[in-house]
């Protein structure tokens, strides 16, 4: 692809896709330029590095999250809207997560984002710092919840070019883990319940969570009035 036909645009698509294969390990200049189809060079031409391609693309996966409208009688609608729609979003793209202890992220696209929470909260009788408050608790709920998931996937790549049976791998850590487990009391009464799993999580556990965030600030909400 020449370097006039080449976008910025197409580049940063790209480099997604790469990061959402293979994770941040799979994400270089020379695997770009041959996604893209050009030499190195005509990617340097429109982005001058790999931070600050980083960059461009941690800030551009935010844009997928749908932006609910702020409601003064029903608060709580879309902020569980911009919490599930930032966790579906980190669930694509499980990269984002580390890559957040490694890269300076900022942009449009975060900002379009934070913008709105700030806007439903202050809707909702939040006010001020309160606003700035709850944004915050729930952006690190759903970030915590998502750790899981990116960090299980992480592992799984790195096991697998070790050679290994990743899965096979994973469970013979499970099998030894739960052994480990039975010693204590309270996790043995888990285990020896029906369809129990040591390291798993009960079904549903994303959306109790949030609720009960949710209504601690809604409490907390009611007593600054």
């Known amino acids: 692809m020449a370097r ?7 580049i940063v698509r790209t480099a997604i896709e790469l990061l959402d294969e293979d994770g941040l390990d799979g994400l270089n200049m020379r695997a770009l330029g041959k996604r893209l189809g050009a030499v190195p060079t005509a990617v340097y031409w429109h982005v001058s590095n790999k931070d600050k391609l980083m960059v461009l693309a941690g800030d551009e996966v935010w844009n997928e999250i749908a932006l609910p409208a702020p409601d003064p009688d029903d608060w709580r609608t879309p902020a569980v809207g911009l919490a599930t729609e930032l966790y579906a979003m980190l669930m694509r793209h499980p990269w984002l997560v580390p890559a957040f202890g490694s890269y300076l992220f900022y942009g449009p696209g975060k900002a379009r984002y934070d913008d709105r929470c700030l806007a439903v909260y202050e809707a909702g009788g939040f006010a001020g710092p309160d606003a700035d408050r709850a944004a915050a ?3 690190t709920f759903v970030f915590g919840n998502a750790l899981g998931a990116s960090a299980m996937m992480s592992l799984t790549r790195r096991l697998s070019r070790n050679g290994g049976d990743a899965d096979a791998l994973i469970q013979e850590t499970l099998t030894k883990a739960t052994e480990v487990a039975m010693q204590f009391p309270q996790l043995r009464t888990r285990l020896t319940s029906p369809a129990a799993e040591y390291n798993a999580a009960p079904a549903q556990t994303f ?5 009960a965030l949710l209504d601690g600030l809604e409490a907390s909400r009611a007593s600054n009035r």
Do not use: D, P, S, Y
């Open 4 to 10: 006039e036909v080449l976008t910025k645009e197409q």
């Open 207 to 211: 959306e109790h969570g949030l609720r």
């Open 137 to 139: 608790a729930v952006f």
